[in-house]
Nanobody
C-alpha cells in the first residue's frame, strides 16, 4: 500500500518555473514505477512524465519534452517534477501516481494503482 501526498503547485507566469513534489508512505516505494499526470478543465487526464523504479528510464509527453524533468529519491520516498518554460496550456490539476511492478506498462493510466489528491498549477499569460 502506498499513500501519495502532493504539496505545492501554485500560480506562475508564462515562461516561469515550478517544482512539484510528491511524498510517499509505505515500505515498497522503491519498487513502484511513478508517473505525473495532469487534467485540464474539460479535458481527459493525460500522462505527462513517468519514471521506472530505479530512475533508469523515463518517459515524457511530446508537449513537455525538453521543459519538464521527472526525478525520484527512493531513500526519501519522494517524486519530483521540475517544470520550466511554463505555458498557459500547462494549466491543469497535476497528480502523482504509483504503479505496482506487475500492473502493466507505465505508459497507461489504467496501470497505476495509487493516486495523489492532485495539486493545481495555473500558468498566466
Amino acid at each position: 500500500q502506498v499513500q501519495l501526498v502532493e504539496p505545492g503547485g501554485g500560480l506562475v507566469q508564462a515562461g516561469g518555473s515550478l517544482r512539484l513534489s510528491c511524498a510517499a508512505s509505505g515500505r515498497t516505494f522503491s519498487s513502484y514505477s511513478m508517473g505525473w499526470f495532469r487534467q485540464a478543465l474539460g479535458k481527459e487526464r493525460e500522462l505527462v512524465a513517468a519514471i521506472t523504479w530505479s530512475g533508469g528510464s523515463t518517459y515524457y509527453a511530446a508537449s513537455v519534452k525538453g521543459r519538464f524533468t521527472i526525478s525520484r529519491d527512493n531513500a526519501k520516498k519522494t517524486l519530483s517534477l521540475q517544470m520550466n518554460s511554463l505555458k498557459p496550456e500547462d494549466t491543469a490539476v497535476y497528480y502523482c501516481a504509483a504503479k505496482n511492478p506487475d500492473s502493466g506498462s507505465y505508459y497507461y493510466m489504467m496501470s497505476y494503482d495509487y493516486w495523489g489528491q492532485g495539486t493545481q498549477v495555473t500558468v498566466s499569460s
